[in-house]
């Protein structure tokens, strides 16, 4: 598959536009476009008018290329110029009725007829993750299509989230293009540099508050409570010790991070992953995130030794961990992994698969 990567930094989003259709060789079958957020509605319309044929999403925020990060500045496209095939969609009415709109994206599956060893769904979306996962994986379950997707994050404060989709700009919504790879495979993969001693100690949530994602009580005692007498850190400084230590809810052999945001009067911790009734919750800790780091692109090098292309999405607290390490540009540099392109999104929270997550990375390598 052949992709290409174009920036601009122009005045204006009209001329940043211009500018991107001068460093493209080639009209692309997909983009993937990251903005500033007051550009977005007129580079959504200018993209779509440049490129009537192309599939397009794209949003706002927080985004890198290469080794580069972009906050909120410029225009940065990854376009999908040959050796795949893309459907781009929208799922609308995420806090209300997402399965409504999921026939686009099963209208998508129908015409490229996709396998989950050529193909992923990569998406952003602007609320009620658990819900649009759920609606999604009850809907494409039997396609094991896997599903990468990101929280938009960095809208300016008083203003809505905000997502494109082919020529059209969208609020409570997910933007979604189905890529599949027509000349090779693509690995997908989730890292998570956190993890649990082996004798660490298990907690029931014993009571929960679904609609504000918030822990009120472990195995019947307010949650924060629990967090301190464990961990040794007092209330007043836990939601300061997330990027030490974040809760961990325990699926199986598996852990999904759930990242603390507030401490409520009566010891509850709201999160930005929804914590359910009679989930085992886990106080997990930072590990040796280089060696992890390391590992996990080991790894994909001997899962796709010529890759072309590399999208990924990191948390917004792997972000500020590895920039406050001054490590975040050595980190993108193994993150390209010898791909001729590479980008990615610095989101609120992470989708992978069936499941919404936070503090963690997700991941898709074309061959």
């Known amino acids: 598959m052949k992709s290409q990567l174009a920036s601009s930094y122009a005045a204006s989003a009209a001329l940043a536009v211009d500018e991107i259709r001068e460093k493209l060789a080639g009209v692309p079958k997909g983009i993937i476009f990251y903005c500033n957020y007051s550009w977005i509605e007129q580079v959504t319309e ?21 080794d580069t990060v972009d906050e909120n500045k410029g225009l940065t496209v990854t376009a999908l110029m040959d050796g795949c095939e ?51 994986h009850m809907q494409l379950d039997h396609t094991q299509l896997p599903l990468l997707g990101g929280t938009v994050y960095g809208t300016p404060e008083g203003s809505e989230p905000k997502v494109s989709v082919n020529g059209r700009v969208y609020t409570n919504a997910c933007s979604f293009i189905l890529i599949k790879n027509t000349t090779g495979r693509v690995y997908t ?28 009580e472990l195995d019947n005692r307010p949650a924060a409570e629990v967090y301190s007498d ?24 598996d852990v999904f991070i759930a990242s603390m945001k507030e401490i409520g009067s009566d010891g509850s911790m709201a999160c930005y992953k929804r914590i359910n009734l009679n989930d085992r919750i886990r106080f997990l800790k930072l590990l040796d995130y280089k060696k992890i780091n390391q590992d996990t692109f080991d790894e994909t090098r001997r899962q796709i030794p010529s890759p072309s292309l590399v999208l990924s999405l990191n948390c917004i607290y792997r972000y500020t961990l590895f920039s406050q390490q001054g490590y975040m540009s050595e980190y993108l540099r193994g993150l390209k992994q010898g ?11 992470e989708q992978y698969n069936t499941q919404h997550v936070n503090q963690t990375m997700v991941m898709a390598v074309f061959e």
């Open 46 to 66: 200018s993209l779509k008018m440049a490129y009537p044929d192309t599939e397009i999403i794209g949003t706002s925020g927080i985004w890198y290329h290469d």
């Open 86 to 136: 893309v459907r781009a969609g929208v799922i609308k009415h995420l806090a209300t009725v997402p399965l409504s709109d999921v026939i686009h994206l099963d209208t998508a599956v129908k015409e490229l007829r996709p396998s989950g060893s050529d193909s992923v769904i990569f998406e952003f979306c602007t609320n009620d993750e658990e819900v649009l996962v759920s609606t999604i």
């Open 189 to 216: 993969a989730k890292e998570t540099i956190y993890g649990a001693d082996q004798d660490a100690v298990t907690h029931v949530a014993t009571r929960v508050d679904l609609t504000q994602k918030r822990l009120i």
């Open 230 to 253: 464990e961990t040794g850190v007092a209330r007043s400084n836990i939601i300061g010790n997330v990027l030490n230590s974040p809760l961990g809810r325990v699926i199986e052999d």
């Open 339 to 349: 791909a001729l392109v590479s980008a990615g999104y610095v989101g609120g929270g």
